[in-house]
């Protein structure tokens, strides 16, 4: 055999790995790759969104991608490793793929739980098991969580995670199971077999729209003033309010409040945070800050993420707060 058939032989041969590799890549393997895609951050984190408490009931559409009947897809189609800096986030359609593409775009790997999926933690079986992701986004949950499922959660938190959690305004019940969001987090925290209260967090049943300033003044606090920029405004489009309790977990912090009230109120705010044992948790009552007015075309969705009255102070809260429950700021 010549030494050109040789070579030619040893292409082939290599080709045919290089195709069966892809073919039986894990679950594993495509996030490694996907993260180092980009590498543009210098710790790449694993981010989960939720996508099995009906986030697309009704006119919701909280998903970073979905198929063209509006089904949420566990990987985002087209594929992220195809995202590049120059990638617009209709590359995704999904009322919140803005904060998909943006995470993507910085160095970070997405996913989703998606129906047939469950949210375990310390389930070796389960691929999506929080235990290999660093956040978790659940936007308007819109069916209670199993009491598997809240301890699953709170653990997760307790031994390091990080969760971002959004409700909406009182009366949101988009699939008319008598429960909306605000109601299902309270469950979660109140209706557990963790710790009662834990964040020392509680969404107030109310309703109200409006556009604040009224923001902490503090330099160092990376959720208002991180890597993204500072947050000067967030504006509410029928949302609810916060209750922090202290005395629950001394770490809770408001962060923003409604106009008017002073900045040591536990009760009108908008935007908090707080730690439980290891682990790191924002809550934002308000869906439509993160909603960048492009997933299904036959829900009524608006742009919030990039509301020009507030300038960029909604991506910038929300990819600041990711980072820092990522533990990147």
């Not at 697309?56 to 998903?63: L, M, S």
């Not at 109601?183 to 009662?196: C, E, G, P, R």
């Not at 009108?268 to 682990?279: E, R």
Request: net charge neutral; with cysteine.
């Amino acid at each position: 055999m010549s030494i050109k058939q040789i070579l030619t032989s040893l292409t082939f041969v290599a080709l045919l790995f290089s195709c069966s590799d892809e073919i039986n890549t894990t679950t594993t393997e495509k996030s490694s790759r996907a993260i180092k895609r980009l590498s543009i951050s210098t710790t790449p984190k694993k981010f989960l969104f939720d996508a099995i408490k009906a986030e697309t009931a009704g006119n919701a559409d909280w998903v970073i991608s979905e198929n063209s009947s509006g089904t949420p897809l566990r990987y985002p189609n087209p594929d992220q490793l195809t995202v590049t800096p120059t990638t617009l986030e209709t590359y995704w359609r999904g009322g919140l793929s803005s904060w998909g593409i943006a995470l993507v775009k910085e160095g970070h790997y997405v996913e989703s739980i998606v129906s047939g999926g469950s949210i375990t933690y310390g389930n070796t079986s389960n691929a999506q098991d929080l235990s290999k992701f660093d956040v978790f986004v659940v936007d308007e949950p819109n069916i209670l969580f199993t009491s598997a499922e809240k301890t699953a959660i709170l653990n997760f938190v307790k031994n390091g995670g990080g969760l971002f959690m959004i409700a909406n305004h009182n009366g949101s019940d988009r699939n008319n199971d008598g429960r909306d969001s605000a109601a299902i987090w309270n469950d979660l925290m109140t209706n557990n077999s963790v710790k009662s209260n834990p964040f020392g967090l509680t969404v107030e049943l109310v309703n109200f729209s409006q556009t604040t300033t009224n923001i902490l003044s503090d330099a160092t606090n990376t959720i208002l003033n991180g890597a993204q920029g500072p947050v000067t405004k967030l504006k509410f489009s029928a949302g609810s309010s916060i209750k922090l309790t202290p005395t629950a977990n001394a770490a809770v912090k408001g962060m923003i409040w409604k106009t008017g009230l002073a900045k040591t109120s536990t009760s009108g705010v908008m935007c908090a945070s707080s730690t439980f044992f290891n682990g790191r948790v924002v809550l934002v009552t308000d869906s439509s800050p993160a909603d960048d007015g492009t997933g299904n075309t036959t829900d009524v969705l608006y742009n919030g993420w990039s509301d020009a009255t507030v300038a960029d102070s909604h991506s910038r809260l929300h990819l600041n707060a990711s980072y820092w429950l990522a533990k990147l700021q």
